[in-house]
């Protein structure tokens, strides 16, 4: 696991259950530099911000989750947020307050926040704009 600063920001209990996982390796104060291969990941590359250190990890597969705030300020004149930057949209599907536009993944779902949730919201949007233009006659 490769963390970025000299602590992380997962709750307690999570901490506890990836430190104390014996397969779990955590490489602090650490950044990624490149993923590697072809057509599959092969490898990846980190630098360790502190000593500059570049290493090379050998691993086959590669995820990414990055930080729990929201990226969506260059929205918020224009679009509905909460007070902690998380698009709003009308319950039940990805529509925003603006017409034609929909709000997926991790920018509309403060609590689940992963993957899974993100592809499983980025088809509904994809659906809702589909239903959309169709509505529109495109």
């Known amino acids: 696991m490769i963390v970025r600063r000299d602590e992380m920001r997962a709750s307690k209990a999570m901490q506890h ?28 590359m980190v630098t360790n911000t502190k000593t500059g250190e570049d290493r090379r990890l ?10 729990h ?5 260059i929205f918020k004149p224009f679009i509905n947020m909460d007070e902690a930057g998380y698009i709003l949209a009308v319950p039940g599907s990805s529509k925003t307050n603006v017409e034609g536009v929909f709000a997926a993944g991790d920018v509309a779902d403060k609590y689940y926040r992963q ?7 980025g088809c509904m949007a994809a659906l809702d704009a589909e239903r959309y233009l169709a509505a529109k006659g495109h």
């Open 17 to 44: 259950r990836v430190l104390n996982t014996p397969n779990i390796e955590v490489l602090w104060n650490t950044t990624t530099k490149e993923i590697l291969g072809e057509k599959t990941v092969d490898g990846v």
């Open 58 to 67: 050998d691993v086959t597969w590669f995820f990414v989750a990055i930080g």
């Open 69 to 73: 705030t929201p990226n969506s300020d």
């Open 115 to 121: 993957a899974v949730t993100a592809a499983g919201s």
